[in-house]
């Protein structure tokens, strides 16, 4: 456990060594959202509802996918597809050391340093439009919000490895991670617009992935919009889905590593 916790400290130092870098992205992200802010108050400007959310509903909404989107996609995974073809893998694996609780503790260090700063930035958003946040009012909501994110979380993290390990049978890991982190998963998750306002037939599609279960059904459990037979079904398919992903994640690792000709190592 402590060598974790030492590549916890160790990789938030590297995140930091690029200051510079590292904070003009975050002011990419501020402007990005505060644009989607900016974007949703126009389409209410001359209504005060559309497609089954109040304003102040839709508002709540987008700032929880702006705190989620750092807590949950935040990821150091994207790493691995580069060690595999330059050959770096190897050094990981001679070190005593578990890869994927490495990579987890790489990962815990990227979402505490983003879920930090995005708590910055909402915070600012929030005082210069003058919005306040939705509160859950039932004190078990909170248990079940934290539940959802011990499931969404570790999930992310083996579909963003999965995406990482086809390194191990592709030069072009890049294409695939655009595809994937644009088209599939922003999308689908729900970052831009909540997926029940498509029609019913588009976010059927939907939930037959677990793309939603990353972000849409959080905010949705945070807002007190799921509850009974609802509520559980989300538990249960999103523990469905992080058994499989689980699971496929383990079989490439590996199938991968035991046909490793460590490229350029």
């Known amino acids: ?45 001359t209504r005060q509802s559309l497609f089954g959310y109040q304003k102040s509903q839709m508002i709540a909404y987008l700032f929880g996918t ?22 770096d893998l190897t050094k990981l694996l001679v070190r005593p050391m578990n890869i994927f609780s490495y990579m987890a503790s790489r990962d815990m260090s990227d979402k505490l340093l983003n879920f930090v700063l995005s708590i910055f930035e909402v915070s600012l958003i929030l005082f210069l439009f003058s919005f306040q946040l939705y509160f859950p009012q039932n004190p078990l909501t909170y ?7 011990v499931l969404v979380v570790p999930l992310y993290f083996f579909i963003s490895l999965i995406i990482s390990l086809t390194g191990f049978w592709t030069e072009d890991i890049w294409a695939t991670r655009w ?24 976010s059927s599609i939907f939930y037959l992935t677990p793309f939603p279960y990353l972000i849409y059904f959080p905010i949705k459990i945070w ?36 046909n490793y000709g460590a490229y350029g190592g």
């Open 1 to 45: 456990m402590k060598k974790y916790l030492e590549v916890v400290r160790l990789s938030l130092q590297e995140s930091l060594t690029y200051r510079f870098s590292f904070f003009l992205w975050r002011f990419r992200n501020l402007i990005s959202f505060a644009t989607i802010i900016i974007f949703w108050q126009a389409v209410y400007v």
């Open 66 to 87: 702006a705190i989620l989107r750092n807590l949950v996609l935040a990821s150091k995974t994207t790493e691995l597809a580069g060690q595999i073809k330059s050959g």
């Open 143 to 149: 248990l079940y919000f934290i539940l959802i994110l």
């Open 179 to 202: 595809l994937f982190g644009v088209i599939l998963l922003e999308f689908m998750a729900g970052i831009y617009f909540p997926i029940d306002i498509l029609p019913h037939f588009l």
């Open 223 to 258: 807002n007190e919009q799921l509850a009974g037979m609802d509520l559980i079904k989300t538990f249960i398919v999103c523990s469905g889905w992080l058994i499989i992903f689980h699971f496929l994640a383990n079989k490439l690792w590996k199938k991968g590593v035991k």
